[in-house]
């Protein structure tokens, strides 16, 4: 099996003499534009180390729905140790049985994995002891980081932590905060039971079948064998255009794996297909493969089944998201993708369809449910890997719903964020002919005027982005 790495941003460590290069086409920054169509692969991932190092809970953003079929409960509300029971028994109980206390164990299990001393994935400031809390807010010098968090934690829009926390969690910090933020007896909270020890997950192992691995990482603008530079303090959404590394040959992508270069400032990647069709211009194109915080390490599909992949010049666009909030110095980072890939392929190709809803925000809370019957060809049943919903800057909701013999479930029910888009992994959902699917998008505006839909990003989107196999197979009213 030939094993070839190719980084079409150099990276002296895994670019190989023999390797084909690709050029690196060109760069834009982008801000807040319209960010993410489509949506990602994932199928029988084999999760590498956990990389929020720190934190048994599954990391927010990226937990999963308690209500998908067959997942855990987001947030772990089991695995909560420090909050259920904050006291150790060895120490003298007075003095961590505070309501402060109380909140740190919160901290320590829902926040520190990216608000630790050593902060990760773009938090801009550690939550790890009473003073950190009453120092000055990074976005508001008019308050403390104790009012921000107050804030924060009951934000619909941009929770913290991205995908929320326990309900028990947020009545602890409230109960804290009802104190009027007071230390208690030991402000050190000395005695309080260290954060859960991380999940060991196992080792990611490539598939047999890999035939080939490119690895596409970010890079300067004026040097692709530079880093990419964060400025101090900014927020940067850069994308980064590639050519297909495979040429125009047609290939599948079986597994991928992130690179993670600079966790400091490193937020979340998306691949898309960067084709600007899609939406008549601008950033459009479907998801490939995405990471966010706590995403696996490595990522496959079922044995059957590779992901389809564009092919041809420019085909590829990596769009990354970086916080350097908080921090007075420029930060560097290539990070990125590596993907295995195979010209022989797989029975099964995975596709990624996208399902519109309606996308009208009415002034004030609109919740679209737009329902559309599945249609299939060809087979009996396909299978759902992975779903991402797309809104714009109004969106606050996601949800699919699957109804089927007048019973409807559940798939998808989170909290959006425009900023902090994300691919939830289905347990391999089979969905048949016939199968009503519902995708509703949640929109609160504030604007005084209707917004609709349109590809800016001050217009308004709805869709549910599906990976499923067999491509082709899956219709379902106006899909993408
Ligand atoms: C997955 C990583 C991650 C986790 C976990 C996380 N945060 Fe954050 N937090 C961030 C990032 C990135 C930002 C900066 C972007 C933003 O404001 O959304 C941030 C910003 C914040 C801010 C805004 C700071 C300011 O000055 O405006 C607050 C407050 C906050 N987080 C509190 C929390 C609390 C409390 C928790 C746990 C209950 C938590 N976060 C968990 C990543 C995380």
Request: proline fraction near 8%; glycine fraction near 10%; hydrophobic fraction near 35%.
């Amino acid at each position: 099996m030939a094993r070839t790495t190719i980084t079409l941003a150099p990276d002296d460590s895994l670019a190989q003499p023999s390797a084909r290069a690709a050029a690196l086409l060109g760069w834009l920054v982008l801000s807040l534009a319209c960010s993410s169509e489509g949506s990602p692969a994932s199928g029988s991932a084999a999760p590498d180390v956990d990389p929020m190092g720190t934190n048994t809970t599954p990391p927010a953003g990226t937990s999963p729905d308690p209500s998908l079929p067959g997942q855990a409960s987001a947030g772990g509300s089991e695995a909560n140790p420090a909050a259920q029971a904050p006291l150790d028994p060895g120490t003298s109980a007075g003095a961590v049985d505070s309501d402060w206390c109380r909140a740190l164990g919160v901290f320590r299990e829902n926040c520190q994995s990216c608000h630790g001393s050593e902060l990760r994935f773009g938090a801009p400031m550690p939550l790890t002891s009473f003073d950190e809390l009453q120092a000055t807010s990074v976005s508001d010098t008019e308050q403390s980081v104790a009012q921000r968090v107050q804030a924060r934690i009951h934000d619909a829009a941009r929770p913290m932590p991205p995908g929320g926390m326990p309900a028990e969690d947020l009545a602890l910090l409230d109960a804290w905060f009802a104190t009027g933020s007071t230390p208690g007896a030991d402000v050190t909270c000395a005695g309080l039971a260290p954060a859960s020890a991380p999940t060991e997950t196992p080792e990611f192992a490539w598939p047999s079948d890999c035939e080939e691995f490119y690895t596409l990482t970010t890079s300067s603008r004026s040097d692709s064998a530079a880093k990419y530079v964060v400025a101090p303090g900014t927020e940067e959404h850069p994308q980064f255009i590639f050519d297909a590394p495979w040429g125009d040959d047609e290939v599948q992508v079986l597994a991928y794996r992130p690179v993670t270069d600079n966790a400091r400032v490193l937020h979340h990647w998306i691949l898309y297909e960067n084709d600007t069709s899609l939406f008549g211009g601008g950033l459009g194109g479907k998801f490939l493969v995405g990471w966010a915080p706590g995403s696996p390490g490595g990522t496959g599909f079922p044995d059957d089944v590779g992901l389809y992949m564009p092919n041809g010049a420019g085909s590829l666009r990596l769009d990354v998201h970086y916080y350097n909030l908080g921090n007075a110095e420029p930060a560097s980072d290539q990070s990125g993708v590596e993907l295995c890939i195979t010209r022989t392929p797989r029975p099964q190709t995975a596709t990624v369809v996208g399902l519109t809803g309606d996308a009208t925000a009415r002034v004030g809370r609109s919740d679209n449910a737009t329902p559309c019957t599945v249609n299939l060809t060809g087979t009996d049943a396909v299978t759902f890997l992975s779903v991402s919903p797309h809104m714009h800057k109004l969106g606050v909701h996601a949800k699919l719903d699957l109804t089927r013999s007048g019973q409807t479930s559940s798939l998808h029910d989170a909290p959006f964020d425009f900023e902090d888009q994300q691919i939830y992994t289905l347990d391999d959902v089979a969905i048949r002919d016939g199968d009503v699917l519902t995708t509703t998008c949640s929109f609160e505006n504030d604007t005084g005027r209707t917004v609709r839909f349109g590809q800016n990003s001050d217009d308004e989107m709805c869709f549910n982005f599906v990976t499923y196999y067999p491509m082709g197979a899956f219709q379902c009213g106006f899909s993408l």
